[in-house]
């Protein structure tokens, strides 16, 4: 189990007390959290490994919604303030054990110089550490390694391209590091497979409108997120190609999955797909409009399909509420 990180800036003294008895790495994120960790570590009986999440105040160059880094994020402790930790963790020696130290920029990031702007500043702060006596063996640089959301063909780095990229600079202080590479290994693997409910037109705006929606993937309404739509079949040669707005059935205007889109004009009941969904579709999907979360299938090389989740049912939902 210490081959996991539990992050987060607002973990309850519950989930840190499982975290205590599995032994997992916690990343401390402030002042509030270094207090559950020990009262979770007493709980527990057992000494929690911790490592310091600080932000290094590098601009990863993402949208600020995804841009976790910053001196006014709402994640990890400021520099500053680093001296008030070391001295909190010294005070408890039965609770906690300092192992290493934690950054993460953000996500959807296509430039690895900028991890190694973090690492530059992180390894400083871990000489500074391991000058008041701490074993740190750890240096955590995070992740948020984007993908060619675009279908472009651009080359983006890789997870290998960010551990050469720091490499030296671990070597140099015999740290182990740890990267979080995430969306990088699953965004990818992941379509939301839609039908076409109908086209519209309002104004100067033409709409396909879908059964898919913000409720299973939220991404592009939260922070105007670009995800690759194509239609599943090929259209009807006679069909005209024009710029659409792809939008779900839900009652927000914020409720897109594309806009601006040149797509041929689909027939009622087309296939549509969005692409590179694996990272968010099902893990941010809700019920909002009491729209019922998808079933998922699971894709072998050979083409064979295999249902791993049922879609939900109304009376799926209406079970939360028998008895009342």
């Known amino acids: 189990m210490n ?16 975290a205590a008895q599995e032994g997992v790495f916690v990343n401390v994120d402030s002042e509030f959290d270094l207090e559950n960790i020990v009262a979770a570590a007493r709980i527990a009986g057992r000494k929690v490994n911790v490592l310091l999440r600080i932000n290094p105040d590098v601009d990863p160059q993402v949208h600020p919604y995804v841009a976790t880094g ?30 290493g130290a934690h950054c993460h920029l953000g996500s959807t990031i296509t430039k690895v110089d900028i991890f190694r702007d973090a690492a530059v500043l992180m390894v400083n ?9 701490f074993e740190v063996d750890y240096l955590n ?11 472009s063909g651009a080359v983006l780095p890789t997870p290998r391209d960010l551990i050469d990229t720091v490499r030296e600079l671990v070597h140099s202080r015999n740290l182990n590091l740890i990267i979080e590479p995430g969306r990088s290994l699953i965004a990818n693997t992941c379509c939301f497979v839609n039908r076409v409910t109908g086209v519209k037109t309002n104004g100067t705006k033409n709409f396909i409108v879908i059964d898919g929606s913000m409720a299973e993937l939220i ?11 194509e239609l599943v079949s090929p259209a009807s040669p006679a069909a ?20 601006e889109r040149e797509l ?7 296939g549509l797909v969005v692409h590179d969904a ?38 799926d939902h209406m079970r939360f509420f028998e008895g009342l």
């Open 3 to 18: 081959r996991c990180i539990f992050n987060g800036n607002g973990k309850i003294l519950e989930d840190l007390v499982l």
């Open 70 to 99: 910053n001196k006014n994020s709402k994640f990890g402790i400021r520099n500053e303030k680093l001296q008030w930790f070391l001295d909190a963790v010294k005070a408890h020696p039965n609770e906690l054990k300092l192992v």
């Open 125 to 133: 702060y871990i000489d500074e550490i391991r000058a008041q006596g």
């Open 141 to 151: 640089i995070g992740g948020g390694l984007g993908i060619d959301y675009y279908h």
């Open 219 to 229: 991404r592009p309404s939260l922070y105007d997120a670009y995800q690759h739509i």
């Open 240 to 259: 005209e190609v024009s710029t659409f707005d792809v939008v779900g059935p839900v009652c927000e205007s914020a409720d897109f999955l594309g806009k």
């Open 264 to 270: 041929p004009t689909p027939a009622k009941g087309t």
């Open 278 to 315: 694996g990272a968010y579709c099902m893990s941010m999907a809700s019920t909002y409009n009491l729209k019922m979360r998808p079933p998922e299938y699971w894709v072998e090389e050979d083409g064979s399909v295999t249902k791993i989740r049922h879609g939900e049912t109304f009376e």
